[in-house]
């Protein structure tokens, strides 16, 4: 059994808040029995929906915001009105202040993305944040990004892209140099865009902690030939 791990929840997320957040969570604590929560929200209707979970309640802790992001909210918008005080913010700050290991939240990806980048700042080197998703594939799976965060991507982002995608690969799979490959029209190396074709020269670098399998095409998502697969957020989102 793994070290006990601490998640940040933004109660009031999604289209319905606590009435999916309270009982998804329940879900999670019956099958990582060693996890412990932390909820931002309304107080009220986060300890009514979690009533009806008393083991849930046990090893959680309620932190009440009146301010929540909403559906709607433009991400400039949300970062003017929730900065500091909403829901989505404190969740993200209890993970910057080492209170818990990991934030999730349904609500806007948006405002996530922005908060999450003024709030959690980025690493070193890495310009733009990503949404990766785990692939289904026929032997395992593939970790798929960016899959929203951004539409369109240079090279740069790119190769970002790349080294944030293996990184979580080396993690989720215990895999020490990842496969890579970058999504495209075509597997020869004249095709595809010119951003497309330069950040695939610049992840041939052998320096690189990974192992770069070159232009995979879309039907190759489903089949698992690399750990990871790279593409820009509007391509991946229709996919999708």
């Not at 006990?4 to 329940?26: E, H, K, Q, R, W």
């Not at 998703?133 to 799976?141: C, F, K, N, Q, V």
């Not at 240079?154 to 496969?179: H, I, Q, Y």
Request: proline content about 5%; overall charge negative; glycine content about 10%.
């Amino acid at each position: 059994m793994g070290s006990p791990i601490t998640i940040a929840l933004d109660a009031m997320g999604g289209d319905v808040g606590p009435s999916v957040v309270i009982p998804a969570a329940a879900l999670s604590l019956i099958r990582h029995p060693d996890t412990h929560y932390i909820f931002f929200g309304r107080e009220a209707e986060i300890r009514e929906q979690m009533s009806e979970h008393s083991p849930l309640a046990r090893v959680s802790r309620v932190v009440h915001t009146d301010v929540a992001v909403s559906m709607e909210d433009k991400p400039s918008q949300a970062l003017r009105q929730g900065r500091w005080k909403s829901s989505m913010w404190l969740a993200l700050q209890a993970v910057k202040n080492g209170e818990a290991q990991a934030m999730i939240s349904a609500g806007n990806t948006g405002a996530l993305m922005a908060m999450a980048k003024f709030c959690l700042r980025m690493l070193p080197g890495i310009e733009r944040p990503a949404i990766a998703a785990l692939w289904p594939t026929l032997s395992s799976e593939s970790v798929v990004l960016d899959v929203g965060a951004n539409v369109g991507a240079n090279a740069r982002t790119l190769v970002d892209c790349a080294g944030m995608g293996a990184a979580l690969a080396r993690a989720l799979f215990s895999v020490e140099k990842p496969s890579v490959g970058l999504l495209n029209i075509g597997v020869e190396e004249v095709k595809g865009l010119d951003e497309v074709k330069a950040a695939s020269a610049a992840l041939r670098n052998p320096s690189l902690p990974i192992e770069y399998r070159g232009f995979v095409e879309g039907d190759a998502l489903g089949k698992g030939i690399v750990d990871v697969v790279v593409t820009e957020g509007f391509s991946a989102t229709n996919v999708q």
